[in-house]
């Protein structure tokens, strides 16, 4: 599976969601600035960050915005 990480230089909990993200093995994180990289976060409709868009076949398959947890990322990861 594939996770699109949507976020900003300056945001705290992008920060926390990234150290999270480092520690769950066999997954490919693309981080995307959220700011510099406005035609990707148009295309996939971002309107806040962290935002994290789970693929499956390059389709999305679920989708985290804001602050979350470890649990809730490795629940959408096993769906």
Do not use: Q
Request: hydrophobic share 35%; aromatic share 6%; charged share 35%.
């Amino acid at each position: 599976m594939k996770i699109l990480k949507f976020y900003t230089d300056t945001c705290m909990p992008c920060k926390a969601v990234g150290k999270i993200l480092d520690k769950i093995e066999g997954i490919e994180v693309v981080p995307i600035n959220a700011i510099e990289d406005t035609e990707n976060t148009d295309k996939w409709n971002v309107c806040s960050t962290p935002t994290l868009i789970f693929l499956k076949d390059d389709k999305e398959v679920g989708r985290i915005t804001g602050m979350t947890n470890e649990s809730k990322i490795r629940e959408m990861l096993e769906k």
